[in-house]
Each structure stands twice: as structure tokens, then as C-alpha cells.
């Protein structure tokens, strides 16, 4: 009975030991892939260092943006292309809040502060502060692969801009019976009036 007993406490040492060894290299693959997060943010959106891409993002990754921007295939250079742009017209004051990672995945939730420096900047990005949650999914190389791009963007100019879109749209909506019924009015003047 002991010789089993100590079978079995032996058997399960080395699957507890064997587990905890399998873990340590996710785990170590994890802290590495939320450092890369945290450099590229570094580099592209919170200082502007953005020939630093090369550093992040493969050749070619998948973007799944808000709106129409689903499963697009992209060349690393639009995540350059994309920083300058708002570097060109201000400055950018953000803030990692914090970061969740799992397997292949990094998930951060993040600030970002814009003020505009130009007319364009002012006109088509406008100042304030987005919070903004990325998903990135990274390869063994290191390298990001996809992302997954979730902005609050109701906190933005943009929506003051879209909202005035809509209404616009629907008074010309409005416009086309009111029009109409005008007409109709003047035909039944003419006509009760003969």
C-alpha cells in the first residue's frame, strides 16, 4: 500500500513539475509581448520615433478598425504613415492604463491626448482625450500581426460632426414632402380658384 502511495505522490510531483515548466515559457512569452505593445506605443504615439515600426509591426498585418475597416491587409508602413500624420499636425500627451495578454494576444487600453498645432489638425482631428483599446495579436517572431482597433469615439469632435451629417440628411429628408405639399397647395389654389 505504501509502495503505491508513494507511486501515485511521485507521479503527481512530476505532472505538477511538468505543468508549472510548461507555463513559465507562456508566461515569459506574454510579459515579452505586452513589452512589445508598450515600446510601439512608446515609440509611435507617445514620443515621434515612428521610423521605429520596423521594430513592431510585420511586413504585412490585418486591421480590423471601427466602421467599414474589417480584416484589411496592410503594410506595416500605414502605421508610420498613420502617426506622422498626427505628428505633422500637433502633439500627443498619452497613457497606458494597462494591459492584459494572453497566449498570442495583448490587449491595451490606453488614453490618448491630442492637441493640434495646425489648421488641419484642428479642422480634421480636433483636440481632446480618446480612450482607445487595441488588440494585437503577435507572432513568434515578435512581430505584430493583426489588430484589433476599438476607440471611443463619441468622446471626439467627430461625433458633433457625424450628428450634424444627420441632420442635415434628414432635413433634406424633411425638405422633399414639405416641397411636395407646397405644390400641391398651389395646384389646389389654381384650381378652386377657376
Known sequence: MNKVFLLIATLGICLDSFSQNDSLPSKSRQERNKEIARNFYQDLWFT????????????????????????????????KLTADLFWDNGSWDSKINYQIAEGDLVATRWEATFTPSTMMGKL??????????????????????????????????????????????????????????????RKLKAISNH
Open 48 to 79: 515621434n520615433n515612428t521610423d521605429r515600426y520596423v521594430d513592431y509591426v510585420a511586413e504585412e498585418y490585418v486591421v480590423h478598425d471601427i466602421g467599414d475597416r474589417k480584416g484589411v491587409t496592410e503594410p506595416a508602413i500605414e502605421q
Open 124 to 185: 480634421m482631428i480636433g483636440s481632446g482625450t480618446i480612450p482607445i483599446i487595441n488588440v494585437f495579436r503577435i507572432n513568434d517572431e515578435g512581430k505584430i500581426v493583426e489588430i484589433w482597433n476599438h476607440r471611443h469615439d463619441i468622446d471626439t469632435p467627430q461625433t458633433l460632426r457625424f450628428s450634424l451629417q444627420g441632420l442635415l440628411i434628414g432635413l433634406v429628408i424633411a425638405l422633399i414632402p414639405t416641397v411636395i405639399a407646397i405644390r400641391l397647395k
